[in-house]
């Protein structure tokens, strides 16, 4: 017969053994922490490819092989050290060195507009995941391109400042869409239609630009 009454344990070895379990699971969860690259950063300074999934979720499952930004037609991929993004003032944060990133400054992402096939082509390129195979038509960009949002700085932007522009609106692949003109060729915008491509920053004859890219929250 099994006896049903615990053996008591004195009251020190107990704390002494809950301090114990204490310890070992922040000592996990610390290292969980390390591992992962440093989840309480879910945010990146610089924008992902197209596809690129939730940030945590990104760092964790990309491998840092370079893949995507060899298949990039544009050249507009990157792999982000400190050194990439000195002259711009980015550098990456826990977790980010090596990780794919496009600064729209330099080379914006032409969502693969005129080249062959039916996929973007970094996000058939990722062995890995982390960039979600995307179809090269407005459904799938608009569902699964999320790279960042459009800000435009009206006391900057010709359009508004009385001279007729709307470079930027005839960069945008989704124009109509993410981008409209307005009167002058103002840039009216859209937030929740922008993939944060990038190339209206990039087009923008302003300088410093009047319309620029922040990456994803």
């Known amino acids: 017969m099994i006896d049903s009454e615990q053996p008591k344990t004195p009251r020190r070895n107990f704390i002494k053994e809950a301090m114990t379990g204490v310890a070992s699971v922040a000592g996990f969860m610390a290292g969980a922490w390390w591992l992962s690259g440093g989840k309480a950063q879910a945010k990146s300074s610089a924008l992902r490819p197209p596809g690129a999934l939730d940030e945590d979720d990104f760092l964790a499952t990309c491998i840092r092989c370079g893949r995507c930004a060899d298949a990039c037609p544009n050249r507009a991929i990157t792999a982000f050290t400190k050194e990439s993004g000195k002259d711009l003032s980015l550098k990456p944060g826990p977790g ?44 799938s960009i608009r569902e699964h391109v999320n790279m960042g949002t459009a800000e435009i700085d009206e006391n900057l932007c010709y359009s508004y400042q009385g001279s007729s522009c709307g470079v930027c609106i005839r960069a945008c692949p989704l124009e109509g869409i993410a981008l409209k003109a307005g009167l ?25 630009q009047a319309i620029h890219i922040t990456p994803r929250a």
């Open 96 to 139: 980010e060195r090596g990780t794919p990133v496009i600064f729209p400054r330099r080379q914006a992402c032409m969502l693969c507009n005129g080249v062959p096939g039916d996929d973007l082509l970094c996000t058939a390129a990722c062995p890995s995941g982390a960039l979600t195979l995307t179809k090269k038509f407005v459904e």
């Open 184 to 208: 002058w060729e103002r840039p009216i915008l859209d937030p929740e239609e922008c993939v944060g491509c990038g190339l209206c920053e990039r087009a923008c004859i302003r300088y410093p």
